[in-house]
């Protein structure tokens, strides 16, 4: 059973960080040429498709965005479940020569973010790989860091981030639950 705490980010903060980790992703590769966005599902898939938004304001040109579903690069996956099945990844471009643009809602342990790493691996080598994340919670168990990250929330291990975002919710936030 979780139990609510608090809530860390209101729809206005969640907008703000990622209009700046739209700007910060432009600003580091000299504009929006050669980018494609790429999220981890579920919900980073509709962080992808808001920065994504942002970017087409910011530079006038539209950056494509994938879904990627690491279910099969899990490597816990032997203990979540005994007949996974693979969502469609949906990378409707090619990752060779880009500048992807890998996003998650939330950095906890590193380990989703190599799975994702490993799974794009699978379609090309693109030029680049950057992490993007709404949320960094720190307890990281893999030497991975997120490039862009919207807010460092340093959180205990009981504790539980849950990002809000429609399609999934029908408001946008992020919420702290104590495990318990």
Same mark, same amino acid.
């Given at each position: 059973?979780? @139990? %609510? ?10 907008? @703000? ?9 432009? +600003?580091?590769? =000299?504009? *929006?040429? =050669?980018?494609?966005?790429?999220? #981890? @599902? ?8 808001? #920065? *994504? ?19 099969? %690069?899990?490597?816990? !996956?032997?203990? #979540?479940?005994?007949?996974?099945? !693979? ?20 950095? %906890? ?12 691996? +699978? ?6 790989? $950057?992490?993007?994340? !709404?949320?960094? @919670?720190?307890?990281? +168990? ?15 291990? $009981? +504790? #539980?981030? $849950? ?7 029908? %408001? ?6 104590? $495990?318990?």
């Amino acid at each position: 059973m979780e @139990r %609510y705490k608090a809530t860390l980010m209101d729809e206005t903060a969640v907008g @703000r960080a990622l209009k700046r980790i739209s700007h910060e992703i432009v +600003e580091r590769n =000299n504009g *929006a040429e =050669n980018l494609v966005m790429v999220g #981890i @599902r579920r919900r980073g898939v509709s962080l992808a498709r808001v #920065i *994504a938004m942002n970017i087409a304001s910011i530079e006038g040109t539209k950056v494509p965005v994938g879904a990627l579903d690491i279910t099969f %690069y899990r490597d816990d !996956l032997h203990r #979540i479940n005994d007949t996974p099945t !693979l969502k469609e990844a949906k990378l409707p471009f090619s990752v060779e020569g880009k500048h992807v643009i890998l996003v998650d809602d939330v950095l %906890y342990t590193g380990r989703t973010a190599s799975a994702a790493l490993d799974a794009l691996k +699978e379609s090309g080598r693109a030029s680049s790989i $950057q992490l993007a994340v !709404l949320i960094d @919670r720190g307890h990281r +168990e893999l030497p991975i860091r997120g490039d862009y990250v919207g807010k460092n929330v340093p959180t205990s291990r $009981q +504790e #539980i981030i $849950q990002v809000k975002i429609p399609p999934f919710e029908n %408001y946008t936030a992020v919420e702290l639950y104590e $495990q318990g």
